[in-house]
């Protein structure tokens, strides 16, 4: 734009200086015409032609004009400013009055306003020697003209390089955020545990080609990362796992054969305490594992109100053998993509949660419902409610109450579960008493998209004897 | 029945070893695969446990070698990783087992008669039960003991099925839970054994022999003699 604003300064001075010099060339060669032509009856006829002939050399001309020409007037005044002789268009009364009203000085051009005339006249006098004044004026229009036509084809250009530059940016653009989309796909796709695809890259050197290398770089690093704690977890397992086997089986071969009743008791005692190191071992491995995000899943299709009723039914007597009585409210049949495994153990952890720490006489009330795509179980009971000294690390692990005698896994592995499968848990405090924990899991994995069943129906169904 | 079993530490190897053999089984050993293979291509087994670890070889890639070497035989897996993978998940799918370790004793021998049993081509699935005075009629879903019947409830009486057909044979509180409500979990709570003392309560009335024992540290029985 800058461009074309001194552009058009320059081709706009210079066309002026150009009909300047011309106008002060042709006035001169007048002033000396009319000076040496004798005052006779034939001065105006010759001075008149001569400025008629001028007016056809009209730089700027356009050629397709007619041939009236008003673009040019030559005006002769006597000293006292009287009209002495007039070429041009019309006669030169308005014109007259024009240069009275302004003041020109000789051999300076300077712009005149005609009333009449729709654009002002450059006009250049000279005074000759008689004491007359001669005025030449050269209309501006085809100086316009000239600029507008200037104008009209740098905007045309202007258009051009703007639709050109917006198809190039478009397109490109278009391009690029179609490469950033498949990545964004691709890196949407390997999710939580999938850690062994690959973001498409291109063999382009640009930016966007370098995103991806660099994204698949750090996938590289952390799915290696990722299969060194794997290795680690599973060689400690192992390394525990194999003298606990050879412990536990030479502890019962020694029970079966020697059936000495004082023995048993202790030997029985080792088994029962190498089954919860077992179990610790487990939930610990489980629990590191979950917390960096990398536990195996292997999904498929779990229902939850379905393993709710067998969790119910396997966890009632003891619960009533307590004092603790326990409900479920659920809309019937409820899928999720899940590790089946992993959900047994979680929901289990749960219910051990309750049973260990609920005192007698309590109600643990179960309620399953579906929001948002997510499953959502909440888990209320009428107790004495969570630990408020525990209450900010709830789901750290070693965290227990006062008078817990768990290992402090069990709702860090329920957060961990929950969180593997891209869902979570909250826990609080209900008003009327009691602890709440709500576990949201979404009901599909986040690679499969299906559409969603709506329940509205709700059966309240009571299990207690 | 030809066992063979295939485990690299030796002290696992050695008390499975006497333990299987006390069970009735002839036992083969080796402890690793390579051993294996020509074991199990120039004997006839009936049945093969192999630990994953081996020294030399995957146990899966050896599974796989052995049965693409026209083996048969039907083979539990032992696995002390945590997590079954995958590939261990398919092997169950074809009629194979697997156990992690640490087990028990009595869920190894379990789960070795149930591979057995199942392919076995004897399938006159039995509709009553009969252990000493206890009745089970399988079709009416009806226990009777010394000719009274007893009020179970149905989970009650899928339970009490389960330790009459392993009448006179452990089975640990993992098999139970496995069995009888699907589930492979460790609750760190007694739920499985107020099951049972919950049964017992009902099958054991005053004045009669007990019949379910409990085996502290490694489950529970049902005595058939």
């Known amino acids: ?465 | 029945m030809r066992l063979l079993l295939v485990e690299d530490e030796l002290d696992i190897q050695s008390f499975l070893k006497s333990s299987l053999e006390e069970a009735g089984y002839q036992v083969a050993a080796a402890s690793d695969g390579k051993t294996a293979e020509l074991l199990a291509v120039d004997g006839v087994f009936d049945i093969l446990v192999v630990d994953l670890g081996l020294p030399d070889m995957d146990g899966i890639s050896l599974i796989l070698k052995l049965r693409q070497l026209g083996v048969r035989a039907p083979v539990l897996i032992l696995s002390a990783r945590r997590s079954v993978d995958d590939r261990v998940r398919g092997l169950e799918q074809g009629g194979d087992d697997y156990l992690t370790k640490p087990f028990a004793l009595a869920e190894l021998l379990a789960r070795l008669r149930n591979l057995l049993k199942r392919n076995s081509p004897t399938g006159n699935e039995a509709t009553k039960l009969r252990v000493l005075d206890l009745d089970l009629d399988l079709l009416r879903r009806e226990a009777t003991r010394s000719g009274e019947v007893l009020q179970l409830t149905s989970q009650e009486f899928v339970l009490l099925e389960y330790l009459c057909r392993n009448a006179g044979r452990v089975v640990t509180r993992s098999m139970i839970l496995d069995k009888v409500w699907g589930m492979r979990i460790q609750p760190d709570t007694n739920v499985v054994d107020v099951h049972i003392y919950r049964l017992r309560g009902k099958v054991d009335g005053k004045g009669q022999q007990p019949l379910i024992r409990t085996l502290r540290g490694v489950g529970y029985v049902i005595k058939d003699r």
């Open chain 1, 1 to 465: 734009m800058l461009v074309f604003v001194f552009l058009h300064r320059f081709v706009a001075s210079d066309i002026q200086r150009r009909s300047d010099a011309w106008l002060a060339g042709e006035v001169e060669v007048l002033g000396d015409v009319a000076e040496r032509t004798p005052k006779d009856a034939l001065y105006d006829r010759v001075v008149g032609e001569v400025a008629e002939l001028a007016g056809k050399e009209v730089p700027n001309r356009d050629p397709s004009e007619s041939s009236s020409n008003d673009s040019v007037f030559f005006l002769q005044t006597s000293g006292d400013g009287a009209l002495q002789l007039w070429v041009g268009a019309g006669n030169g009364e308005a014109n007259l009055r024009a240069i009275r009203a302004s003041r020109i000085v000789p051999d300076h051009p300077t712009d005149l306003d005609v009333r009449g005339f729709g654009v002002p006249f450059r006009v250049a006098s000279i005074r000759i020697d008689d004491g007359s004044y001669i005025y030449l004026g050269l209309s501006e229009r085809d100086e316009l003209r000239v600029l507008r036509s200037l104008r009209l084809r740098f905007f045309l250009l202007w258009l051009l390089l703007v639709l050109f530059g917006f198809g190039i940016v478009f397109y490109t653009t278009r391009r690029m955020l179609s490469h950033v989309r498949e990545i964004t796909e691709a890196a949407s796709r390997i999710g939580h545990s999938d850690l062994s695809a690959r973001v498409p890259t291109t063999e382009q050197k640009d930016e966007v080609g370098n995103l991806a290398r660099t994204l698949n770089r750090m996938l590289d690093r952390i799915e290696n990362s990722m299969h060194q704690l794997h290795t680690i977890t599973d060689s400690l397992a192992h390394d525990l796992r194999s003298p606990l086997t050879a412990i536990r089986g030479k502890l019962e071969m020694s029970l079966s054969t020697g059936s000495h009743g004082d023995q048993a008791e202790p030997i029985v005692s080792v088994i029962e305490e190498l089954d919860r190191l077992t179990d610790f071992l487990n939930k610990s491995l489980d629990v590191a594992e979950a917390k960096a995000d990398a536990l195996r899943l292997t999904r498929i299709e779990v229902d939850l109100d379905e393993l709710l009723r067998i969790m119910i039914d396997l966890y009632e007597p003891s619960m009533s053998e307590k004092g603790l009585r326990i409900r479920l409210q659920s809309g019937g049949p409820l899928r999720i993509e899940a590790d089946a495994a992993l959900i047994h153990r979680m929901i289990a952890n749960l219910f051990d949660n309750e049973l260990k720490h609920l005192p007698a006489a309590c109600t643990v009330s179960l309620r399953l419902t579906v929001e948002d795509d997510c499953a959502s179980l909440i888990v209320e009971d009428d107790g004495p409610g969570f630990d408020l000294e525990v209450f900010p690390h709830l789901f750290e692990r070693r965290v227990k109450g006062r008078d817990s005698n768990g290992h402090g896994l069990g709702l860090a592995f329920v957060d961990a579960v929950a969180r593997a499968h891209g869902g979570a848990v909250a826990a609080s405090n209900r008003e009327s008493g009691g602890a709440r924990l709500a576990v949201t899991l979404p009901l599909f994995a986040i690679s499969a998209g299906h559409g969603k069943a709506s329940r509205k129906k709700t059966i309240t169904s009571s299990l207690q004897s």
